[in-house]
């Protein structure tokens, strides 16, 4: 069955505590967490210590998404932090820079996560695939949620599914951004295991029905 991964870039930042009960009795199955930088994307969000924070209120699995430049420098921070998950942009550093965090994400015990921009053909998760447990599909351009879905992104995501299969990985395939219980089908479809979904959880106030929503439960 599909994951649904809420982002909590989406919810009410005062209350974050009581968001993230909502979503994890309208049984959320892993909670996105998006970091950005104000360089690698044009916008701010949240950082370690909201993590920390949130790493002590729940044992919920967390997403990190980092939406940053030279992710290297700080991955170990993100995984001390409290992170069960770290993805990096393959467009954030060069090929070496990305494979070495790659690698001490999961020399630290985490999964390490991969995410391709909306302009990055599915071949540049190719010289990581040994080194990952997620590849992410953006199907907005990274920075801001409440973006519509972007349909162009069906194939990358059909074109990885197969890469996975035809080697028989084990790689999860994550795809973010526009999902709602309309785009969600078609990211399935396709081939993604794992929806992130802002909006379309937080905006809503029944969490529950929201999520339910997506997994096609309507
Ligand atoms: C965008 C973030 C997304 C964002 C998704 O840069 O990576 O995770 O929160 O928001 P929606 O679901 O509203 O598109
Ligand atoms: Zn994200």
Known sequence: MVRIAPSILAADFARLGAEIDSIREGKADWLHFDVM???????????????????RYTDMFLDVHLMIREPGRYVERFCEAGADLVCIHAEADAEEGIRAALREIRRLGKKAGLA???????????????????????????????????????????????????????????????????????????????????????????????????????
């Open 116 to 218: 391709l921009k909306p302009g990055t053909a599915w071949d540049a998760a190719l010289p990581f695939i040994e080194d990952v447990d997620l590849i992410l599909v953006m199907t907005v351009e990274p920075g801001f949620g409440g973006q519509s879905f972007m349909a162009d992104q069906l194939e990358k995501i059909r074109a990885i599914r197969a890469l996975l299969k035809e080697r028989g990985l084990r790689c999860e395939l994550e795809v973010d951004g526009g999902i709602n219980a309309e785009t969600a089908p078609l990211a399935v479809e396709a081939g993604a295991d794992v929806l992130v979904a802002g909006s379309a959880v937080f905006g809503k106030s029944d969490r529950r029905a929201a999520i339910a929503a997506l997994r096609g439960n309507l």
């Open 37 to 55: 930088d104000g360089l690698f994307v044009p916008n701010l969000s949240i950082g370690l210590p909201v993590l920390e924070s949130v790493r």
